[in-house]
């Protein structure tokens, strides 16, 4: 059946614009509806409209596109990410060159500090915070490699994102960038979750002061939200943003499904609910050109509530007399945003994963689909594959 969904027909010339939701009800007019406009859901509706020939619906309940990278003007005219600071990234030549065709690149390698013991030093880890921290003068890797080895503290079975950390740089330094923060960020000690999510971060013994290493490292000139209004605006595909997907009848439904939201609650959270972390998010302007010297500021320590601080005209080249930040404080309420990767979490996604496979006609992705806690690169190139693999047994049933 998805096959003959996937059956290329060239665009309707003459697609009606869909209408507020209420007049959804009725006859259906596209083949593929997608719940969420954030990178799973608008790339899907893109290639679906644009390479398959489908007209698309797209839903988002929110009242804007771009999902959790949405970016606005403030009330003082300064581009914020509503969401919190997203900086792209990736080594795929090709998520960097599809995304690139709507949205020029604004070359931008992010760097990020950690207030420790009254200082800031870089964060990851590198040969200036060692020397910051602990008053030495370290020249070589060779040096500051063998200063690791004396801290590290082996551990012969590395499982937890304490075991990752520990193992390689010694419980001091674990306590002092990793400890206080993660236990601020997911409510929960490192020795209580997977060993990939400290493992984001790694150490240097160079002085390589950069957040990430990518090939490709760049901001959307014109913002996100710009970028994803270019790669919606394609006949073939409807937009009806304020509209919860589980509104829609089963008949308003396309042939196809593609659901980027939380893959519990599509199945009426019938298991127990997945465990998502959310923030809540301070928003400033202040009156001064810049506030601090980075786009982003960590703070480690578990007696400040905020875990990070964003001044967002480093990451967005904005000129403007005025400076917006924002404060991250972690929650358990709120907009899920963070699978939180854990044994027992994965064990009950993979049961809602198991409903998924048998649930006809209907594809799950993008972060809370898939349950991942994935970048925005990885999400697009999930959502692409996606898209490739199910073209690809197009040739197969055309022929039978
Ligand atoms: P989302 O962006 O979450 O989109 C899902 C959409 O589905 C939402 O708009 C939601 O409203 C909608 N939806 C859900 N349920 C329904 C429903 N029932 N009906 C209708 N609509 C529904 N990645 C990076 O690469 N670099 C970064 O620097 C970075 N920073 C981040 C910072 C924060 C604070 C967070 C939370 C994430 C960050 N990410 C970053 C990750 C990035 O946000 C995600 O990889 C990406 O946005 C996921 O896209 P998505 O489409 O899967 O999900
Ligand atoms: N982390 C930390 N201290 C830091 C930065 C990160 O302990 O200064 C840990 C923390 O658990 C965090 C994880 O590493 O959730 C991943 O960090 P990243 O910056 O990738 O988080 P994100 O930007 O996805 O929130």
Same mark, same amino acid.
């Not at 001091?172 to 409510?187: I, M, P």
């Not at 403007?320 to 939180?340: C, F, K, L, N």
């Given at each position: 059946?998805?096959?003959?969904?996937?059956?290329? $027909?060239?665009?309707?010339?003459?697609?009606?614009? !869909?209408?507020?939701?209420?007049?959804? @009800? /009725?006859?259906?007019?596209? #083949?593929?509806?997608?719940?969420?406009?954030?990178?799973?859901?608008?790339?899907?509706?893109?290639?679906?409209?644009?390479?398959?020939?489908?007209?698309?619906?797209?839903?988002?309940?929110?009242? $804007?596109?771009?999902?959790?990278?949405?970016?606005?003007? #403030?009330?003082?005219?300064?581009?914020?990410?509503? %969401? /919190?600071?997203?900086?792209?990234?990736?080594?795929?030549?090709?998520?960097?060159?599809?995304?690139?065709?709507?949205? =020029?690149?604004?070359?931008?390698?992010?760097?990020?500090?950690? @207030?420790?013991?009254?200082?800031?030093?870089?964060?990851?880890?590198?040969?200036?915070? !060692?020397?910051?921290?602990?008053?030495?003068?370290?020249?070589?890797?060779?040096?500051?490699?063998?200063?690791?080895?004396?801290?590290?503290?082996?551990?012969?079975?590395?499982?937890?994102?304490?075991?990752?950390?520990?193992?390689?740089? +010694? &419980?001091?330094?674990?306590?002092?960038?990793?400890?206080?923060?993660? @236990?601020?960020?997911? +409510?929960?000690?490192?020795?209580?979750?997977?060993?990939?999510?400290?493992?984001?971060?790694? &150490?240097?013994?160079?002085?390589?002061?950069?957040?990430? &290493?990518?090939?490709?490292?760049?901001?959307?000139? =014109?913002?996100?939200?710009?970028?994803?209004?270019?790669?919606?605006?394609?006949? /073939?595909?409807? !937009?009806?943003?304020?509209?919860?997907?589980? #509104?829609?009848?089963?008949?308003?439904?396309?042939?196809?499904?593609?659901?980027?939201?939380?893959? #519990?609650?599509?199945?009426?959270?019938?298991?127990?609910?997945?465990?998502?972390?959310?923030?809540?998010?301070?928003?400033?302007?202040?009156?001064?050109?810049?506030?601090?010297?980075?786009?982003?500021?960590?703070?480690?320590?578990?007696?400040?509530?905020?875990?990070?601080?964003?001044?967002?005209? $480093?990451?967005?080249?904005?000129?403007?007399?005025?400076?917006?930040?924002? %404060?991250? %404080?972690?929650?358990?309420? /709120?907009?899920?945003?963070?699978?939180?990767?854990?044994?027992?979490?994965?064990?009950?996604?993979?049961?809602?994963?198991?409903?998924?496979?048998?649930?006809?006609?209907?594809?799950?992705? +993008?972060?809370?689909?898939?349950? @991942?806690?994935?970048?925005?690169?990885?999400?697009?190139?999930?959502?692409?594959?996606?898209?490739?693999?199910?073209?690809?047994?197009?040739?197969?049933?055309?022929?039978?």
């Amino acid at each position: 059946h998805l096959d003959r969904v996937l059956g290329k $027909h060239p665009p309707s010339a003459s697609v009606v614009k !869909l209408p507020t939701p209420p007049t959804l @009800r /009725g006859a259906k007019r596209h #083949d593929v509806t997608i719940c969420g406009a954030g990178f799973a859901g608008s790339v899907l509706a893109r290639q679906f409209a644009e390479v398959s020939g489908k007209r698309v619906l797209l839903v988002d309940r929110r009242p $804007h596109v771009a999902g959790n990278a949405f970016d606005c003007l #403030d009330d003082a005219g300064v581009l914020i990410h509503r %969401y /919190g600071p997203h900086i792209f990234h990736t080594n795929s030549d090709d998520v960097f060159a599809w995304l690139g065709r709507f949205t =020029e690149w604004r070359p931008y390698e992010h760097r990020v500090l950690a @207030r420790v013991g009254g200082k800031s030093v870089p964060m990851p880890i590198n040969r200036t915070t !060692l020397n910051a921290l602990y008053g030495l003068d370290m020249q070589s890797d060779a040096e500051a490699e063998a200063f690791l080895a004396r801290k590290a503290e082996p551990v012969a079975d590395i499982r937890t994102s304490r075991d990752v950390v520990v193992n390689a740089i +010694g &419980t001091e330094l674990y306590e002092t960038f990793f400890q206080g923060y993660t @236990r601020k960020q997911w +409510g929960l000690d490192p020795s209580q979750l997977d060993k990939s999510v400290t493992a984001r971060v790694p &150490t240097r013994t160079n002085t390589d002061d950069r957040y990430f &290493t990518d090939k490709h490292q760049a901001m959307p000139r =014109e913002g996100y939200t710009r970028m994803f209004e270019r790669m919606l605006d394609h006949p /073939g595909i409807e !937009l009806a943003l304020g509209t919860d997907f589980h #509104d829609l009848k089963p008949a308003e439904r396309g042939a196809l499904t593609v659901y980027t939201g939380p893959i #519990d609650a599509y199945f009426g959270h019938r298991f127990g609910t997945l465990p998502y972390r959310s923030l809540q998010f301070r928003h400033e302007t202040l009156d001064r050109a810049q506030f601090q010297p980075v786009a982003v500021v960590n703070f480690p320590a578990e007696d400040v509530p905020h875990t990070r601080i964003t001044e967002y005209k $480093h990451l967005t080249g904005q000129v403007h007399a005025r400076t917006s930040i924002s %404060y991250e %404080y972690p929650s358990a309420e /709120g907009d899920p945003y963070y699978p939180i990767p854990r044994p027992e979490n994965q064990a009950l996604f993979r049961r809602y994963d198991a409903l998924a496979a048998a649930e006809p006609n209907v594809i799950f992705a +993008g972060r809370l689909g898939s349950y @991942r806690y994935y970048n925005m690169d990885q999400v697009v190139g999930q959502a692409l594959a996606i898209h490739r693999r199910l073209t690809a047994r197009q040739p197969a049933a055309d022929a039978m």
